[in-house]
């Protein structure tokens, strides 16, 4: 945007040109052009945050009151049956306070070209994404407690739907179980020998082999490819309950530009604050709008902007966004008051009294509406004259 | 096995735990065991409770045998003609007592018409599934069952005629109806709890809206039914002192406290005291005037003002009435208490006509407040001239579906002009079909409705308007024991801020999220005013930033660093000011430094 556009009164260069393209599509004539063009003005100037507008006190009832609104139905099927999402008020929590694990983590990933046309070959690429746990492609775990042994009889067509060969699972197989003799037995046999001999060990052991992943990606429990429409072609994604962004982006049929998860931290860790600070927004404006409750995207920008500036993500908490105000009496009057003034005192801070809430507390006008036009003179020039005063004299 | 526990202590096991509750219920309905004996048998936790103890609530249930009643007709016939008793009944094993516990085990039938095989019990009268409360609504059986539970939750916060030996007795805060009519539609668990205690009026009703005084629950009354004495009450409350003594020979003394008394207030407030220091019967008081007149002996004695006789050392612990509540002294008793100290009690009357904004409700959780009280003149009235006592919103009714009102209303109706009185017990009342076809008969609309014309206009309304007879409750929540403003009054002593609460004549808080809304209009300015209150200016000195001295006396002002000149009058809100204090006293120091606004 052109700079200070908004004190000219202009309107910004994207929404001229985009003024500019519907005037000439409607064949519109110059008068009527500039009418247009005057109009567009004009709202655009109305729907503009006034100077001295409390846009945090806004944007902050602007959320809150749908959110009194928000019952605790809270879960909501998402894409497929067999798929839940949280939603609604938890979900709006668990997004502001930035907790590192979503309830429910899940990617939205898109794949390229070659593959989101059928079901058939999202379908292959799901089950390639999904974690498979030696258990899903075995028909039994024999314990051999002659000869202190666990025997994996594979499922050869389990194995088959899962693109596995039994030599890869093998291989898979082989850096997992470090201290213990593997060895291969035909095609569907793999013998496991533990070095110590101690019957609840090799039971333990057999327990947990038969959780041991062996393929697919770590931490994506379930993929479901799901139907999206893209304008009139009708296009296939996969809908993941479990998220793992740096997994997915090494397989080589999906469309990584396109895929997202709804794990901020892990979206910030992998692709940078930028990209956080949109699925910030884009979460937001998805669960208040699937609630019925919309709300204008000034408000969530808003906040996103706020948890975002730092570079590093801040949960609206004590901890994130509130410890970064620059005011000890702001910071105290939320929440843990006593650490606050303390350590205010060990490094001797000053407070400015230059925001609302410490304003508010000494009973001054603050500085927001009517009580933010300050005076500004030029002295220049001026002649100052003090009274003069006997000691110790004041005038109330 | 499974163990038996007696009482909640363990006596024993047995080994076929069903066949063992089996046997005992047998020996029992044989009458061989005591009716409060109660057998369970928890499958899951493999035990079986008895228990014969006290305080279990129990009620009787008709046994049911292979789908059978065990309450045939010759016996009921013989209870009829008063050959057998109820005991012979319990004893025979036709009815038993079951507590919650050993309802667990039950099967109980509302009815005949759903017996089965697997039934244990038949309920004597299907009424007995409700409470006392609940019972008494009317057709209760047509409604949702959480309308229900807020009818039966009005009832127990109606005004009636609690005793009728009120006038000899004093009890804390009592509302008292005037005139009570027992219900033209009632349960007849009504007849059961005593009719003379009812706790409402038969009024007549119009559904219809009446501009808006009657939206979003409200009700417009008929001002000449109020006039009539409609839903008018007495509201009672005493005021009580003891004589009290105190170790070393003290006393209270009931007087008129002397002027120079601690804490005696205008003398104007003790003027209605007579000799004694009680206030006389039939004197008419507002709030904050002293009914009894005391003093105490100061609670902790010094040296020296124990033996002096010149300093009036005593407290003035007079009795005052409520701030706000006006009344009529209506009876005064002097008496002794059980430890032989004198007691007073001062009972206070209040007559409370209906206003607005006083609560009322009908028996079907449909309470509301009244919005308007108007001259019948200007009310609805039918084609032969009745006019409605109460004006109900027929927007209450789709949402909430209580059907129970409109059917109350058609039955008030039908035994007004029948003069009689209608059944409506839940599920055996008289049925709807029937009002209507006696309505029809009585030369109404059978539907309940009727032409009305707007007494305002004269002009016919185009719809029909449904009218009926109700019982309407007033509750006892009342505008005159609730209304509460204030510009100024008190403050507490700590913050200087106002004092909260009706009773301490306090202010209305303007809290966080209010704030908040001051705050998002920009209104800085306004916002501080109205913060304003504890307001307080407080002398700083710009050279050391903390609190400095002014003598007021002199007019000057210095500060403890020594100096004598920067020191500025900062205003600022007393409870910040103590923020500063507290945080001194935490050995944090803080400072404020001083510069021109502009």
Redesign the interface.
């Known amino acids: 945007m052109s700079n200070q556009s908004w004190l000219k009164n202009e309107i910004p260069n994207y929404l001229m040109e985009e003024v500019e393209q519907l005037a000439k599509s409607r064949k519109l004539s110059a008068a009527k052009r500039d009418e247009f063009i005057e109009k567009v003005r004009q709202k655009y100037h109305s729907m503009q945050v006034d100077p ?3 846009i945090g ?2 944007s ?2 602007s959320i809150g009151e749908p959110g009194t609104q928000m019952t605790m139905r809270t879960f909501h099927f998402v894409g497929v049956s067999a798929l839940n999402v949280t939603l609604g008020l938890p979900r709006i929590i668990e997004i502001l306070d930035v907790r590192k694990e979503p309830k429910t983590p899940s990617m939205l990933i898109a794949l390229k070209s070659s593959h989101n046309r059928s079901r058939e070959a999202a379908e292959s690429v799901a089950n390639k994404i999904t974690e498979i746990e030696v258990a899903k492609v075995v028909k039994e775990i024999n314990l051999d407690l002659a000869n202190q042994e666990i025997i994996l009889v594979l499922d050869s067509e389990e194995g088959r739907r899962y693109g596995l060969t039994p030599t890869q699972i093998y291989d898979n197989l082989i850096p997992q179980i470090k201290g213990n003799e593997i060895k291969k037995d035909g095609n569907i046999r793999i013998i496991i020998k533990p070095k110590e001999s101690d019957i609840k060990k090799l039971y333990k052991l057999k327990e947990k082999i038969k959780e041991l992943i062996i393929g697919g990606i770590k931490g994506i429990t379930h993929a479901l490819p799901i139907i999206k429409d893209e304008g009139e072609n009708k296009i296939y994604v996969i809908q993941t309950f479990g998220s793992n962004l740096k997994g997915v982006a090494e397989i080589p049929e999906v469309d990584f530009t396109r895929t997202t998860t709804n794990s901020l931290y892990e979206t910030a860790k992998v692709l940078g604050i930028e990209a956080a600070r949109q699925v910030i927004i884009n979460e937001l404006v998805s669960v208040l709008e699937e609630q019925g409750m919309p709300v204008d995207i000034r408000h969530i920008l808003l906040v996103a902007d706020l948890m975002c500036v730092s570079g590093n993500l801040l949960g609206v908490t004590r901890h994130g966004v509130t410890s970064q105000k620059s005011s000890v009496l702001a910071r105290a009057s939320f929440e843990i008051p ?1 650490q606050h ?2 350590a205010a ?1 060990i490094i001797g801070e ?1 407070d400015k009294l230059n925001s ?1 809430v410490e304003n ?13 036009p ?2 500004v ?1 030029k002295m220049d020039g001026a002649k100052i004259t003090k009274p003069k ?1 006997k ?4 005038t ?1 | 096995m499974s163990d038996v526990f007696f009482n909640g202590s363990l006596v024993g096991k047995v080994d076929d735990a069903q066949k063992f509750v089996d046997s005992v219920k047998q020996t029992r309905r044989e009458g061989k065991l005591s009716r409060h004996f109660n057998i369970h048998y928890d499958q899951n936790q493999d035990t079986i409770f008895v228990a014969l103890d006290r305080n279990r609530v129990t009620r009787p249930l008709v046994i049911v045998k292979n789908g059978i009643s065990m309450l045939t007709q010759d016996k009921l016939d013989a209870l009829r003609n008063r050959n057998i008793t109820w005991n012979k009944l319990v004893d025979s094993g036709v009815v038993e007592y079951l507590d919650a516990m050993e309802e667990e085990d039950a099967f109980v039938a509302l009815n005949e018409n759903e017996l089965t095989d697997k039934h244990t019990h038949i309920e004597i009268n299907p009424v007995t599934i409700f409470g006392i409360c609940t019972s008494i609504v009317p057709y209760a059986n047509f409604n949702q069952s959480s309308r229900l539970n807020r009818g039966q939750k009005t009832q127990k916060q109606a005004m009636g005629c609690y005793t009728l030996n009120y006038l000899n007795r004093m009890d804390t805060a009592i509302d008292l109806l005037h005139y009570p009519q027992t219900p033209i539609v009632r349960s007849f668990s009504q007849s059961m709890i005593g009719e003379e205690r009812s706790a409402g009026q038969n009024v007549v009703i119009a559904i219809i809206n009446y501009d808006g005084y009657n939206m979003s629950d409200a009700l417009v009354l008929n001002k000449a039914s109020v006039e009539r004495g409609l839903g008018r009450s007495t509201h009672f409350r005493p005021y009580v002192t003891e004589k009290l003594r105190y170790p070393g020979g003290q006393v209270d003394e009931i007087k008129i406290p002397d002027k120079d008394i601690q804490g005696f207030t205008l003398e104007r407030d003790y003027r209605l005291l007579n000799e004694d220091g009680i206030i006389y019967p039939e004197a008419i008081i507002s709030g904050g005037d002293v009914v009894i007149g005391k003093t105490s002996p100061p609670r902790f004695l010094g040296k020296l003002e124990a033996f002096s006789t010149a300093a009036n050392i005593r407290k003035d612990t007079s009795v005052r009435t409520r701030y706000g509540e006006d009344g009529i002294i209506s009876k005064v008793v002097i008496t002794e208490n059980e430890d032989g100290s004198s007691l007073i009690k001062v009972d206070v009357r209040d007559s409370r006509c209906p206003e607005i904004g006083d609560k009322f409700s009908s028996r079907h959780g449909q309470k509301g407040i009244v919005g308007a009280i108007v001259p019948p003149q200007d009310l609805p009235f039918t084609a032969s001239g009745i006019v409605p006592d109460v004006v109900f919103s027929p927007n209450g009714l789709p949402k909430r579906m209580t059907v129970s009102q409109l059917i109350e209303a058609l039955g008030g109706k039908v035994g007004a002009l029948g003069g009689r009185t209608i059944e409506g017990t839940a599920f055996q009342s008289e049925d709807s079909k029937s009002l209507r076809e006696q309505l029809l008969e009585l030369g109404f609309r059978d539907d309940g409705t009727e032409t009305m014309y707007d007494g305002r206009t004269g002009r016919q309304y185009t719809a029909k308007i449904f009218v009926g007879n109700m019982y309407y409750l007033r509750l006892k929540h009342q505008v005159a024991d609730k209304i509460q403003a204030r510009a100024r009054g008190p403050v507490t002593l700590l913050t200087r801020q106002p004092t909260e609460g009706k009773a301490k004549e306090g202010g209305l808080r303007l809290g966080e999220m209010e704030k908040d809304c001051f705050v998002a209009h920009g209104a800085s300015l306004l916002m501080k005013e109205r913060f304003d209150s504890d307001r307080a200016v407080i002398w700083i000195c710009g050279k050391c930033g903390d609190s400095a001295v002014h003598d007021a006396y002199r007019n000057k002002a210095y500060c403890l660093c020594g100096e004598k000149v920067n020191i500025h009058p900062i205003e600022m809100s007393y409870a910040f000011k103590l923020f500063l204090d507290e945080l001194k006293s935490l050995h944090l120091k803080p400072k404020l430094g001083l510069g021109d606004t502009y």
């Not at chain 1, 000691?391 to 004041?394: A, I, M, N, S």
């Open positions: 001295g507008e409390a006190i806004v902050a009832q006593l003034l303390i005192s000053t609302v508010v507390m000494v009973n001054q006008p603050i500085p927001v509406g009517t009580g933010l300050d005076l003179v005063k000691d110790g004299e004041v109330a």
